[in-house]
């Protein structure tokens, strides 16, 4: 069973850091391009951040300095970290990948996601 899942979802208060993690399990050989996805209330699933396998990354406008994604292969992680939340980032996160597995087919995959609440 390959599967992704996020953790380190949270309510925290405007202003503040959250570090999320995407892990990815089973017969994985390689996992290729990452995406963050938020998803509000009410709300279209927007992409919020993406790392390729090579480590290059891109952020939408609304969180380009505030958010940064990386990875640990060796690891099977992908790492959102968010500072200086706004109320505007709460939603579900969700990680998506497409992943080489060990009998050589490749999947795209999603997280069940994550909760971030920022609020006072």
């Known amino acids: 069973q390959v599967q992704l899942v996020e953790s380190g979802g949270g309510l925290v208060q405007p202003g503040g850091s959250l570090r999320l993690s995407c892990v990815a399990s089973g017969s994985i050989q390689r996992i290729n391009a990452v995406g963050w996805h938020r998803q509000a209330p009410g709300r279209q699933r927007d992409l919020v951040a993406q790392?390729?396998?090579?480590?290059?990354?891109t952020y939408a406008s609304s969180v380009k300095g505030r958010f940064t994604t990386s990875r640990e292969d060796d690891k099977n992680t992908v790492y959102l970290q968010m500072n200086s939340l706004r109320p505007e980032d709460t939603g579900v996160y969700y990680c998506?990948?497409?992943?080489?597995?060990?009998?050589?087919?490749?999947?795209?995959?999603w997280g069940p996601g994550t909760q971030v609440t920022v609020s006072s």
């Open positions: 790392i390729t396998s090579g480590g290059t990354t």
């Open positions: 998506n990948a497409g992943v080489l597995t060990t009998d050589w087919r490749t999947r795209n995959l």
